[in-house]
């Protein structure tokens, strides 16, 4: 096995939970699930890619809320949040923890009734940001009967494992851990409880195709969009990526 | 504040001239960083020691916010979000939002948003999905939760018609007529749609009336919604115009890294802002 970026692992990852969707949306600040998109784009699936911080050529016009009419409309299909905190119910908090200030909720509060499915993606995997329960909702993980939702949470990656949303149970189940760490690290670093098979398997590493499309054609695409990203995992330009 | 007739779009000397029209404790609606800010007003607000500014982030805000509540210049925010991308947290916002200097009404997009078009409708509200169960309600008491007066067991959110006192964004072209061209950015069509007046500074001028162009007009926001426009070239900087100029990414970074704190953020006032011949990039 070739060594390879975390980012790398993370983008495959995001790749296989995005599956065969038709519409993926990727907001603000979110380049490693861009390069998920690019990866599954430059493996040839007819993927539409909505990406709303496109800095040439946005997918949109009509302005930033085309992006939620079409949730509204039930014409996407995945999209991804993050979170200050995220709890063991998939409630997400971008506003307050512990006396910091974060930037705002955005469209969380929209978004994940409106997209079919969310992918909770947060790097950092500590009981800072996995709580028992987080101290503000911005978006709820789950809704009552009664009120309108089309879709919800699908499942959790960080920077350590990835979980799976179990909408019955309403509650997380750990499906794999990444390679470098191990199902006693991820006990440790999560602050809620979740489920977990007897054995549980390493996350799968990315293939030597896939770093080769990552390496290519991906990385000077997510470095025109997202310079900084592209300079730190691909030493690449964002005046490189316009060729 | 001033009257300002929808059938004469003033025509203003410069980003100064506009600041000086907008008047303290104003509700300014302002697109995100992205989408066409009007940073060269933006630093003459500071200049012009603008005070007790309501800022409505359409639907999230940037630097341009984070420079005004930094100098002082802003009473309360209404956004869906403050951040910097890619240059990370807006640490002005953020140290005032966390010591309660300035009052925070957090939003989510789509509602302000569908507050803004209520407005453009001239109706009272626009039900919106979703939003339901997010702490984001509590705090809102202008928000309504209503049962779908058309469906049975349906509780749906209403977003208040958004009326600001001021649309302001920065074109990259306005004509003799007092056009302005948004191209894409439809999102400021619907800002001055609500608004109670309209101030755009704008990079270029255009000879002749831009609506009586079949390929412009589609992208063109009428006169009868702008009240006062202002010549600023590379008036976004350090933000971008769509195939003017791109954002400077070097120089967001280095005021994300100033703004860390106040001696920094003074500094960068003093540099950047408070001598106007300095404020522009060299092209």
Not at chain 1, 171 to 190: A, I, K, M, N, Q
Request: with cysteine; proline share 7%; glycine share 8%.
């Amino acid at each position: 096995m070739g060594s390879y970026a975390r980012e790398e692992l993370l983008a495959c990852v995001i790749a296989r939970l995005i599956g065969g969707a038709a519409h993926v949306a990727v907001g603000a600040a979110s380049p490693i699930p861009a390069t998920a998109c690019a990866l599954l784009a430059a493996r040839g699936q007819r993927l539409r890619v909505s990406l709303l911080h496109k800095r040439k050529g946005n997918p949109f016009s009509e302005g930033s809320r085309e992006l939620f009419d079409l949730a509204g409309q039930g014409r996407i299909d995945v999209f991804f949040l993050g979170g200050a905190q995220i709890d063991g119910e998939a409630n997400v908090n971008l506003v307050r923890a512990e006396g910091r200030r974060f930037p705002g909720s955005f469209g969380s509060a929209f978004m994940y009734f409106a997209a079919r499915r969310t992918i909770l993606f947060r790097e950092e995997h500590s009981r800072r940001v996995l709580v028992p329960k987080v101290e503000f909702v911005s978006a709820p993980g789950s809704s009552a009967p009664d009120v309108w939702r089309r879709g919800g949470p699908q499942a959790l990656l960080t920077g350590k494992a990835l979980f799976a949303w179990q909408p019955e149970r309403r509650r997380f189940r750990l499906e794999s851990v990444h390679p470098g760490s191990s199902l006693e690290e991820v006990r440790d670093c999560t602050g809620f409880d979740f489920d977990c098979a007897a054995s549980v398997p390493q996350t799968a590493a990315p293939t030597p195709e896939d770093l080769t499309l990552l390496r290519g054609p991906v990385a000077r695409e997510i470095a025109a969009n997202y310079p900084a990203f592209g300079r730190r995992v691909w030493e690449l330009g964002a005046s490189h990526s316009k060729s | 504040m001033e009257a300002l007739p929808a059938n004469a779009t003033r025509f203003l000397a410069d980003a100064e001239a506009l600041a000086a029209l907008l008047p303290d404790g104003a509700q300014i609606a302002m697109p995100p960083d992205y989408s066409l800010p009007a940073m060269a007003v933006v630093r003459a607000l500071v200049r012009r020691r603008a005070r007790g500014l309501r800022l409505l982030g359409v639907p999230v805000l940037g630097m341009c916010a984070d420079l005004l509540i930094g100098a002082g210049c802003v009473a309360e925010v209404e956004t869906s979000a403050v951040s910097l991308g890619e240059a990370g947290l807006a640490p002005r916002f953020t140290e005032a939002a966390e010591k309660g200097e300035i009052a925070v009404r957090d939003a989510t997009c789509p509602m302000v948003h569908s507050g803004l078009q209520a407005a453009e409708k001239g109706v009272p509200f626009m039900p919106l999905r979703g939003v339901l169960g997010s702490d984001l309600v509590a705090g809102r008491p202008d928000w309504k939760v209503i049962q779908n007066p058309l469906a049975k067991d349906d509780p749906i959110i209403l977003a208040p018609a958004i009326s600001p006192d001021v649309a302001l964004f920065h074109a990259r072209w306005a004509d003799r007529a007092g056009n302005v061209w948004l191209g894409r950015r439809r999102e400021l069509a619907t800002i001055a749609h609500a608004a109670k007046a309209t101030f755009v500074s704008f990079e270029h001028l255009r000879e002749g009336d831009m609506l009586e162009d079949e390929l412009l007009a589609p992208g063109v926001l009428g006169s009868v919604y702008v009240s006062a426009l202002a010549p600023a070239a590379r008036g976004a900087w350090p933000l971008g115009v769509a195939d003017e100029y791109s954002i400077d990414d070097a120089h967001v970074m280095t005021y994300a890294k100033a703004a860390k704190t106040r001696e920094g953020f003074r500094d960068y006032l003093e540099q950047w802002v408070l001598t106007p011949e300095k404020s522009y990039s060299p092209a």
